[in-house]
């Protein structure tokens, strides 16, 4: 990852939109009244908010794979043991980002997405989330389910 030297901490540096690869799915987002503070400025949860849609709606779109039947009717968890955000430019009411979706990695029981979040041509912040899969039934860790692992690695290469 490049970063910068701030006072105190290596800082991530934030991308460009021609940074990303074309291939990457993006899911684009209206800030509204609702997510906002009294300055009119994105109130950071709903962030978080916004970041678990994306991944919802990626999965359909873009995997093929339904997120409400994995968690129905599979009875498999899709849980984030790890959610994190890096901000590099705030954003308003009314302004649109888009969310592109990246795969950082994919293990035996869990995955890691990044989610770069474009303000017009400028990366406005950064999501890093760990997502766990387990057994609905007994809330313990299980493998990616095959289909779930062969989408994901499928995705990373063609957004490489």
Known sequence: MNTQDTTDRAFPIPLTRAALSKACWSHPVTFRHGHCDPAGIVYTPQFFHVFNEAIEAWFGAELGISYYDIIGPRRTGLGYVSASSVFFLPCRMGEQIDIHVTVARVGRTSYSLTLHAMLGDSEALRGEF???TTSLDTHRPIPVPEDIRRALTDY?????
Request: aromatic share 0%; with cysteine.
């Open 156 to 160: 990373s290469a063609r957004c490489t």
């Open 130 to 132: 760990t997502t766990v």
